[in-house]
């Protein structure tokens, strides 16, 4: 009888201790959810807030409207629910809301950086293809950071001994009221003849299919050379980064042969350390865009037949203001701003 006893009590204090497990686990369960709950919430609220600024009444609509799928997802399944919606509401942002967002946690951080999400933003650069021609490898917010970096860069010095030209390639882009007309990866080649033979860098096979020519540029109203910007970036070969050199500079002067581009407001400075300079006057890469074509002498520019491009350095302080290709290599090579 007492053994049946001890069996008994055994019995209920096993069940009692089941009892209260199962109540731990069931009120662990609804802390968690809460927890879930709040934390969707917030940041629903942070979304709406950084949004409401520059987002239209549409996109605000279809940021609630995911926040609404986000919240059904959660109670669903939690986690991936979270993650979908969360890639959804974060492809209605911009890259400035997105590295907020990347702040949250490393669980937003992921999400924040996936791929998808800067690839529409990278295709922005019209270069990022060359970029890979020239062997890039990086992909997504690192892309775009590098090509961010690239055409808003001021420049420094430091000195080593400078490789040579075949050490660098260049991409160039001739554009049209912002439309890519002519450019791509380019070999570096001394300047052959000419006043600046030399003193740069030409390239003479600029437009192969020829994109520059009179009859191509028929379809652009107006003056459409007057119009056009050039950008230049150098890459370098053995580890494939990129130095920015001119952006979006545009027509400063014509002649009947050639027309220049330069604009020290869009580029960077390249000056000697050992010498000083005015503020407003820095060494700074010009580009000539030779074989003009004018309806009449002086008239209107049409295009170009036969076109080839020259790349300066020009400064200011030196004893003859357009370096030798040497130099301009020495240039490069002591900037801190490889990217």
């Keep these: 009888s007492c053994a049946n006893q001890l069996r008994k009590s055994a019995a209920q204090i096993s069940c ?23 934390a ?42 979270f993650d979908r919606c969360a890639a959804l509401v974060c492809a209605f942002l911009g890259p400035p809301e997105l590295g907020v967002v990347a702040t949250c946690s490393n669980s937003m951080k992921r999400i924040a950086r996936e791929d998808h999400l800067w690839q529409p933003l990278i295709r922005r650069f019209s270069c990022a293809e060359d970029m890979r021609r020239a062997g890039s490898t990086l992909t ?23 490789p040579g030209m075949d050490a660098y390639s260049v991409v160039l882009e001739i554009n049209i009221s912002g439309q890519r007309i002519a450019g791509g990866l380019y070999e570096l080649e001394e300047i052959r003849d000419g ?38 970036c150098v890459v370098r070969k053995s580890d494939k980064k990129c130095l920015h050199l001119v952006t979006d500079i ?36 010009d580009f000539r865009l030779w074989g003009a074509v004018w309806t009449e002498p002086g008239n209107v520019l049409r295009g170009f037949t036969s076109p080839h491009g020259e790349l300066r350095l020009w400064d200011p302080e030196a004893d003859h203001a357009a370096l030798p290709a040497e130099i301009i290599l020495k240039r490069w090579h002591a900037s801190k701003n490889w990217v």
């Excluded at 009692?16 to 709040?38: D, G, P, V």
């Excluded at 020290?264 to 300079?277: G, I, K």
């Design 195 to 232: 006043p600046w033979a030399g003193e740069g860098f030409g390239f003479y096979d600029l437009d192969p299919h020829g994109r520059l020519t009179p009859t191509a540029l028929e379809s652009f109203d107006g003056d459409p050379v007057r119009r056009m910007t050039v950008s230049v």
């Design 16 to 38: 009692a201790n089941q009892l209260r497990k199962s109540a731990a686990r069931i009120s662990c369960a609804n802390q968690l959810r809460m927890t879930t709950t709040s």
């Design 140 to 162: 997504g917010f690192r892309d775009y950071a590098r090509l961010v970096r690239l055409w808003n860069h001021p420049d420094r010095n430091s000195s080593e001994e400078p």
């Design 40 to 81: 969707i919430a917030a940041w629903e609220a942070e979304g709406l807030r950084l949004l409401g600024t520059t987002a239209t009444p549409d996109e605000r609509a279809e940021l609630r409207a995911a926040a609404e799928r986000l919240a059904l997802a959660s109670r669903a399944r939690s986690a991936p629910g």
């Design 250 to 285: 545009g027509v400063d002067d014509a002649t009947e042969r050639y027309i220049l581009f330069d604009s020290e407001t869009s580029c960077s400075s390249f000056n000697n350390v050992d010498r000083d300079y005015q503020d407003d006057y820095p060494a700074t890469h």
